[in-house]
């Protein structure tokens, strides 16, 4: 008997790792290298498709408690996150290419893991398998869902942020430092009011891609620089050139931070972007400090597709209607690296302890993550958007604690309950 997990992204090989690691077998399914999506650029597995940035490791941040859950379950992908990761402040920032290297290694020297590649058009109801296709999930595949399954999808837009070399850079006009910490994380190029109004001018009126079915849905979180800029003039001053964190003051600071260990490549910070090629090279070039910048990739535009597991997931991460099916990552309805990466480790748990007839798991509700499924598979929205771990999910009975002692009170409570399905799962 074996599992077989749809998608070899964040979730899928968490999954797969998981399932191997209790000892049976899994055909792992994945597209790439013979058909990419729009984001995808390699065959490796848990590619990173934008930042490398997994989000904050404070743990009174909600992603930094979700970090520390995820890594006290075992997660196999946030072990090798950390075994790469790069000054980032208080982010889990990771070198991308030696990420995804060592994870495709675990898992093609997997034993028990047979990596198939190739696009998966129909899964096979009459087997256990775990879904995790992520938000750009093939057309077809979604199609054979949304039949077998008898459910909505929803989608919205969103966009990525473009890398620029170093050695392109004037670093002259630069500075190393981190808004709120002292260390040298990134490159920050700061602007003069001056220089704001040309940027802003620039961008508001250069040119887009506009996809043929595109329709301005957007994701809050993740919204286009020019979005941003078209809500007001000084809307990224409030947004990703914040000019707060520092000592000294300035008009709006461009963050750069750092994506590759041998510091040879940056990405623009909050900088998702839809504008063409040739005017992402006009209007950045116009942040000081990047008027020769080689673009290394371009930031672009995305549809990005999930279920509305509100209507056809258990908190389990089964289906409603086939027991034997699990949905996880992007595609339920999470939102991040992280929040992906950890509902693949739950459904894998659960897939493999199906098998074995064992009793499945539900994470306990006063943790981040079992707060952030029970959201997912319980809301009463029509059209619920991706969500990311945050402390307005937790349960009810904290909001009576005052603000400050309420995470204290809960982070206590996650550790407690996490270490019980800890055993759980391990036993
Ligand atoms: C453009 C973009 C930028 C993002 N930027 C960020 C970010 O900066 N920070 C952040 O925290 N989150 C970001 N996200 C959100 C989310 O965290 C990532 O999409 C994350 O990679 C989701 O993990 P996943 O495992 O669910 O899906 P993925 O990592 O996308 O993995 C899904 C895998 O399934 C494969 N696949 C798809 N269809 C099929 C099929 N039919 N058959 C076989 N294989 C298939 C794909 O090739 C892919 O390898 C971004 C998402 C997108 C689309």
Known sequence: MKI??????????????????????????????????????????????????????????????????????GSLILQVAFKYSLPGGKALVVDREKFSKEITKLIEDNPRIKVKRG?????????????????????????????????????????????????SLDLS????????????????????????????????????????????VFFEACLPVEEIAKRGFDSMRFGPLTPVGFNKKYHAIVQLRRENIEDTLYELVGFQTSLTYAEQKKVFRLIPGLENADFERFGSIHKNSYVKSNEILLSTLQTKKFKNIFIAGQLCGVEGYTESTVTGLIAGVNAARLLKDKELVSVPQDTMLGSLIKFITQNQLQNPQPMRANFGLIPQEYFSINKIKRKEVFIEKSKAEIEKLKEIINE
């Not at 999954?15 to 999506?37: K, N, S």
């Open 4 to 73: 077989n997990v749809i998608g070899g992204g964040l979730a899928g090989s968490e999954a797969a790792l998981q399932i191997a690691r209790q000892g049976i077998d899994v055909f792992l399914y994945e597209m790439r290298p013979q058909r990419l999506t729009e984001a995808h650029k390699t065959s490796l597995f848990a590619e990173l498709v934008c930042s490398n940035s997994l989000g904050s490791l404070d743990m009174k941040d909600a992603r930094g408690l979700l970090k520390e859950e995820a890594k006290n379950l």
């Open 119 to 167: 696009e998966v058009t129909n899964f096979p109801v009459d087997e256990i398998n775990v879904i995790t296709t992520g938000p750009l999930t093939s057309s077809d595949l979604l199609y054979d869902m949304k039949e077998k399954l008898g459910m909505t999808s929803l989608y919205f837009f969103d966009a990525i942020s473009p890398i620029v070399t170093k050695e």
């Open 173 to 216: 006009k630069m500075f190393y430092g981190a808004r709120y910490t002292e260390t040298n994380d990134y490159l920050n190029s700061p602007m003069t009011e001056e220089e704001y109004k040309t940027f802003y001018n620039a961008l508001i009126n250069a040119e887009k891609h506009t996809p043929h079915d595109f329709d301005k």
